[in-house]
């Protein structure tokens, strides 16, 4: 009976999942993850094939380390999980907006989380607005011109900043360039495993553009683009900024642009001398000093603030376990003298304007905290980094 069960359980589970009947027989012999990861396609998959995938790759394991065992109890283990596991891909499949809130828990762990932020008091002791603590380290990556790892409580993330000469876009001849890339490290979440962490990267990467670059003119750019102007029109500076996701408990994005802002604090860019002489679009001779750096303003570099509703109310610095029971979130980018940079939502739900005008209001208090807790932090980190 074990192995008619087995064979019905992998069966269902191909159908399940639309897979080919070559790949059934793969899984049979106990390939299955394997065979789903190859199957599956990848620029884009259903929500359901999503949750799915991330269903079999947990359980089959269970199912293969059981299977070895030749025991009535592991055989009944099996009968349970694979009932389970069916009735589940059976079921209506509601996945968060972002993959790396998908957290499993159990109806009485999400009362729990909701009720807790309707009290004010989340499952960790902190209040609505409050964030976990925040550390910085500068300095992390030496051949780069500038870098910084920033941890919010579980989430770990490193950025670094690149700086290239290079030509400024004929549409905009008197700024420089900036680009932004996200890495999802595979061994940052279970999800994140083989191309799971891609599409989160380019949503993070573009998300982060927004936030701190403004729109494709440039207008409301928390990154001073004209200060990368070395001759107008003839050249300037790029600056690459990739970012890397080691760990994540959720909160990317506020991270990700803490680590931008404190890896832009720690950037030196070489003196330039231009020699005198080139005409016409000639491109001029320059000396780039190795001695001698000018340290990248970062005064009007905005920090992002993310705010995520869950039941009536809204929460910085979310879980992932608090992520995954969100209905929408906004994530606000703001500087210093309080002017808003860049904004970005996701999550399926609608949100009313009245709402989002009290959420900027929010970030705007937020921000003041967290950019002063920041600013102390990227201090002391770069007092320990002269040190040593």
Not at 240 to 259: P, T
Request: net charge negative; aromatic share 2%; glycine share 8%.
């Amino acid at each position: 009976h074990f192995s008619d069960l087995r064979l019905h359980t992998v069966t269902a589970l191909c159908s399940r999942l639309s897979l080919s009947p070559l790949s059934c027989r793969r899984a049979l012999s106990g390939s299955l993850s394997r065979d789903l990861s190859v199957t599956l396609p990848p620029p884009r998959l259903s929500e359901k094939s999503l949750v799915s995938h991330a269903l079999v790759s947990r359980s089959q394991s269970q199912l293969s380390r059981l299977s070895q065992l030749n025991s009535p109890v592991s055989h009944s283990l099996v009968c349970r999980l694979s009932i389970s596991l069916l009735s589940t891909l059976s079921a209506p499949v509601s996945l968060p907006i972002c993959l790396h809130g998908m957290v499993g828990l159990s109806l009485g762990e999400k009362n729990f989380i909701q009720g807790g932020i309707a009290q004010d008091l989340r499952s960790d002791g902190r209040k609505r607005l409050t964030y976990r603590p925040v550390s910085v380290e500068t300095g992390v990556i030496p051949q780069a011109n500038g870098s910084a790892r920033v941890r919010m409580g579980a989430t770990d993330v490193i950025s670094s900043v690149k700086a290239e000469l290079g030509k400024p876009s004929s549409l905009q001849p008197d700024k420089g360039k900036v680009s932004i890339y996200v890495d999802c490290s595979p061994t940052a979440a279970p999800m994140f495993e083989g191309r799971g962490g891609d599409e989160l990267s380019t949503d993070l990467s573009v998300a982060l553009q927004c936030c701190l670059l403004g729109g494709k003119s440039g207008a409301g750019a928390g990154i001073d683009l004209s200060s990368l102007i070395v001759v107008e029109g003839k050249m300037c500076w790029g600056l690459y900024i990739d970012c890397l996701v080691v760990s994540s408990d959720g909160n990317l994005l506020d991270a990700l642009g803490a680590a931008i802002k404190a890896a832009l604090s720690n950037t030196g860019i070489p003196r330039v001398l231009v020699a005198a002489g080139a005409s016409g679009d000639e491109q001029p001779e320059v000396d780039i000093s190795d001695e001698e750096f000018l340290q990248f303003d970062t005064s009007d570099v905005p920090v992002i603030v993310t705010l995520t509703k869950v039941g009536r109310h809204y929460i910085v610095d979310a879980t992932s376990e608090e992520e995954s029971q969100m209905s929408s979130a906004v994530s606000i980018s703001v500087n210093r003298k309080g002017h808003i940079c860049g904004l970005t939502k996701r999550g399926g739900a609608g949100l009313d304007p009245s709402i989002v005008l009290d959420m900027i209001s929010v970030a705007k208090h937020v921000s003041e905290q967290l950019m002063n807790k920041l600013d102390s932090e990227i201090a002391a980190a770069e007092a320990v980094e002269d040190d040593s």
